[in-house]
């Protein structure tokens, strides 16, 4: 296995608090599995997203659906992608069912984007805990998500880009939306962890 380039990157909006942990995780060795699924015509290998993510505007209508109801629907939404993991679609609250949404506890730091904030998910009788979030100050290349809500497709009914209905990144932690259009191996599948 070959390692993957993990750049520190700018640190300025980074709260000074949080430089030696993100840090730490910026620069922890990262391999590149010998078993990369080559990109057919049409297609993107997640082995050739970069490190540090990127992310950018996508021209897809992106749709989410929890027991029947649509809670979500966007063609203004936009994809962060990063080597190993399948892309995570951010949603403008103005294209979501927000009612159906309500704040939790829970918070996670990624050393990237920043602090996240977690949504349960509520259809009348039905909850899915900790299914979205959102990230409220991005930092850097990231404020235009800012605000803008993730949906994880394990947790709902129903995820699609246009007409494909997406399929769960592996594992439970990664929120990726898995398609025909992109190829693997996956983070989040058995014997992944060093990825």
Request: charged share 20%; proline share 9%; with cysteine.
């Amino acid at each position: 296995m070959s390692t993957v380039d993990n750049t520190p990157s700018d640190l300025t909006d980074v709260p000074p608090e949080l430089h030696a942990e993100v840090l730490k995780w910026r620069t922890v060795e990262r391999l590149r599995p010998e078993h990369i699924v080559l990109a057919g015509p049409g297609q993107e290998s997640v082995w050739d997203y970069p490190r540090p993510p990127r992310v950018e505007p996508v021209s897809a209508t992106i749709t989410v659906v929890f027991h029947g109801l649509t809670l979500a629907s966007s063609q203004n939404a936009y994809r962060v992608i990063e080597t190993s993991g399948a892309p995570v679609y951010y949603i403008p609250q103005s294209d979501i069912n927000m009612e159906c949404l309500e704040p939790s506890d829970r918070q996670t730091l990624c050393e990237w984007k920043g602090t996240s904030a977690y949504f349960n998910v509520n259809v009348n009788d039905h909850t899915a805990a900790d299914a979205a979030w959102t990230y409220p100050q991005a930092w850097g290349e990231f404020a235009v998500i800012s605000g803008y809500i993730a949906f994880h497709p394990a947790q709902m009914s129903e995820c699609w880009v246009n007409q494909e209905l997406a399929r769960p990144q592996p594992g439970n932690y990664y929120g990726g939306w898995v398609t025909d259009a992109i190829v693997g191996p996956f983070k989040g599948e058995p014997g992944s962890e060093g990825w």
